[in-house]
């Protein structure tokens, strides 16, 4: 069954470090998501993407956030500068069409220290 | 600006019985409604969804209800077993910002614990 990939598992980082998380979505779908679960919280929304641009973007993605697809297949999120609050769970989405599910990677834990 | 609700942060069911689960929500133009069940360290799973035309969607132990009018729905499960304890999330999908997004706005989710 076609799933969708995320890496790495689970991400430490220095404040202020640049880090990439990394997601393969499933081949055939057209948009794509970054949300993101805070520890016992809710899980946000942050970015989408179709038609290889942004289509939308929560106040949480700032300019310190950042998404491409360079090669049509990875789905890649960019923080800059890290801070302690991007620490979460952040998961990459994909979706065939507009009334189909989305399916979700099983999170990168990030961890800022 | 909560558009999606659920008012219910927990809920305990014994096994076997029916388990209810609520999901309230504020904008209109939301047409279709999605129910992901999530463990903890893991991506939420889907579980099942249902289209504004519709009123109820089920499959198999799960069911969907949505009133249009109250802006509400609910997800069933009978008969609930010790395997369905988990976080579920309520989360609706429309063309808030036109074309090319249709991101899904999630709920806080209820935790279902099914007693033995």
């Known amino acids: 069954e076609p799933e969708v990939t995320q890496t790495p598992s689970h991400q430490v980082t220095q404040m202020g470090q640049e880090v990439i998380l990394r997601c393969v979505p499933i081949?055939?779908?057209?948009?794509f998501y970054w949300y993101r679960q805070i520890l016992g919280q809710k899980v946000e929304f942050l970015v989408s993407f179709y038609n290889n641009e942004i289509s939308e973007k929560s106040e949480i993605f700032d300019d310190q956030f950042s998404v491409e697809r360079p090669d049509g297949s990875n789905f890649t999120l960019k923080i800059r500068s890290t801070k302690l609050e991007d620490s979460a769970m952040y998961f990459c989405?994909?979706?065939?069409?507009?009334?189909?599910?989305?399916?979700f990677g099983q999170g990168t834990r990030l961890t800022v220290v | 600006d909560q558009q999606v609700k659920q008012n219910s942060p927990s809920l305990s069911v014994q096994e076997g019985r029916i388990s209810i689960l609520n999901c309230d929500y504020t904008n209109s133009m939301f047409d279709y409604f999605l129910w992901y069940k999530k463990y903890p360290a893991e991506g939420p799973t889907f579980l099942i969804s249902?289209?504004?035309?519709?009123d109820k969607n089920e499959d198999g132990r799960f069911t969907v209800f949505l009133n249009k009018s109250a802006k509400h729905l609910s997800l069933h499960i009978v008969p609930s077993q010790p395997g369905d304890s988990a976080v579920y999330f309520c989360a609706a999908s429309g063309a808030l910002s036109g074309a090319g997004s249709y991101q899904l706005t999630f709920g806080k989710g209820t935790k279902l614990s099914v007693i033995p």
């Open positions: 081949s055939n779908h057209l948009y």
């Open positions: 989405a994909s979706r065939l069409g507009q009334g189909s599910e989305a399916f």
């Open positions: 249902i289209s504004s035309i519709k």
